[in-house]
């Protein structure tokens, strides 16, 4: 019986692991990818014109 509590914490991993994998390809484009893109580069523009405008803050 030693052999089975020793292989089912490694079994149950494996199992949440494939699990997490699955999840993570699943949610990975679809209908989710364009609002998941339009945030990103919303978030990547706002940074870029902080940037932008603390340079022009400095050079003048």
């Known amino acids: 019986m030693d052999y089975v509590s020793a ?3 490694p079994v149950v991993m494996a199992a949440f692991f ?4 699955r ?3 699943k949610t990975q ?3 989710n990818k364009a609002k998941e893109d339009a ?3 919303a978030a990547l ?3 870029e014109n902080s940037r ?3 340079t022009a803050k400095s050079d003048a």
């Open 7 to 9: 292989l089912v914490p």
């Open 23 to 25: 999840v993570i390809v």
């Open 39 to 41: 945030a990103v580069d």
């Open 29 to 31: 484009g679809g209908a």
């Open 45 to 47: 523009a706002r940074a």
């Open 18 to 21: 494939i699990g997490l994998i």
């Open 52 to 54: 932008q405008a603390s």
